[in-house]
């Protein structure tokens, strides 16, 4: 019963952030991220661009550009990749395994957050991966 009353007070305290970095119109049913005390919880992110489209170019290209959507979920809600700790990636095809760990590296200047990976068919759009992230945040920090 004390376990159930601590769980409903941290909900209480969820800070719930609409996705800022989408075309007008696209009406997305989730957030961009959720914050609960000190943690980030950031919604998975593909390879899309500004217009919402994936960004041309293959695995290299679309790992690029939301390992950038990521970096821009962060700076706006208070954290950065050193505060990442765990991250599951999602590649719909496990042999861009090479090519998107080469790009996600350049991205953790200091140590790996905890990962787990998998292949999976159907991603959003088409996308060749998708990447979900959880990350340490200041508990003061606001949504700007």
Known sequence: MLAFAGHASAADDAEYF?????????????????????????????GTGADGKLVAGGIAAEAKQLMDNIGGTLARHGSSWDRIVQCTVALADIK?????????????????????????????????????????????????
């Open 18 to 46: 609409p996705v800022t970095h989408a075309p007008p119109g696209m009406n997305l049913p989730f957030s961009e991220a959720v914050r609960v005390g000190g943690m980030l919880y950031l919604s998975g992110e593909i």
């Open 96 to 144: 861009d395994w090479p090519a998107f760990n080469e790009v996600y590296r350049g991205y953790f200047k200091q140590h790996f957050p905890a990962r787990m990976a998998y292949a999976a068919s159907g991603l959003a759009l088409g996308a060749r991966a998708e990447v979900q992230c959880n990350a340490l945040v200041d508990r003061a920090a606001r949504h700007h």
